[in-house]
Nanobody, 120 residues
Framework: QVQLVESGGGLVQAGGSLRLSCAAS????????MGWYRQAPGKQRELVAV???????NYADSVTGRFTISRDNAKNTVYLQMNSLKPEDAAVYYC??????????????WGQGTQVTVSS
């Protein structure tokens, strides 16, 4: 059994910062890419940022220069530092990880989501 547990969402004023965390736990053999997605009301879920096991990163154009993704492989945790937040960043943020276990290789897992609200 594998779980992804997110934390760090909340309400922030425009221009402010938040840091999201997502910890993976369970019978994990290895974790490949980890990433953050978001979904605003009435919109499709979109990729925000992704980081490989080697530390390579990729960002959506809308967050480049404002958000930073990082990970601690020893803790099976991925972070998203969000600075200069805008009202359009408001959404439910989901953690995603490609995880190998003893019974399934490179399977996608999702967290439960954490709400980020940005007031103007």
């Amino acid at each position: 059994q594998v779980q992804l547990v997110e934390s760090g969402g909340g309400l922030v004023q425009a221009g402010g910062s938040l840091r999201l965390s997502c910890a993976a736990s369970g019978s994990i053999l290895s974790i490949n890419a980890m990433g953050w997605y978001r979904q605003a009301p009435g919109k499709q879920r979109e990729l925000v940022a992704v980081i490989t096991s080697g530390g390579s990163t990729n960002y959506a154009d809308s967050v480049t220069g404002r958000f930073t993704i990082s990970r601690d492989n020893a803790k099976n945790t991925v972070y998203l530092q969000m600075n200069s937040l805008k009202p359009e960043d408001a959404a439910v943020y989901y953690c995603n990880a490609e995880i190998s276990t003893a019974w399934a290789r490179r399977r996608d897992y999702w967290g439960q989501g954490t709400q980020v609200t940005v007031s103007s």
